[in-house]
């Protein structure tokens, strides 16, 4: 039986390069901290974990933009990431990525598709 797509939050949650939604998800048995931002009029979803050392992002829950609202960027490393596809694009972690999660909009909805 597949498994079906989960519900992580209404769409009106998330402003174009505004706070994101924190949400938890498992993988290999254990629960792990994710975020879902919108950017480019598209929503992203990626595990909570800096790709320097595995920190969480945000410095206040939500909080994963630069002041600009342009870039996702590590409050404890200054890591800078594109919020379109998780490439650091600056800081300690250059060329390396988030891990990406699948999520969708669908009818006012985000989603995180089973994997």
Do not use: K
Request: charged share 20%.
């Amino acid at each position: 039986m597949a498994e079906e797509p989960r519900l992580i939050c209404a769409a009106t949650e998330l402003e174009e390069g505004g706070r994101g939604v924190r949400f938890s998800v498992e993988r290999y048995g254990r629960q792990e901290p994710a975020f879902v931002v919108r950017y480019d009029g598209r929503v992203h979803g990626y595990l909570n974990r800096c790709a320097h050392v595995p920190m969480e992002l945000d410095w206040q829950p939500g909080v994963f933009f630069d002041a600009s609202g342009l870039y996702l960027i590590c409050t404890t490393h200054g890591a800078i990431y594109h919020p379109a596809n998780g490439v650091c694009v600056g800081g300690p972690c250059r060329g390396r990525s988030l891990v990406t999660l699948p999520v969708t909009e669908t009818g006012g909805q985000i989603f995180l598709s089973p994997p």
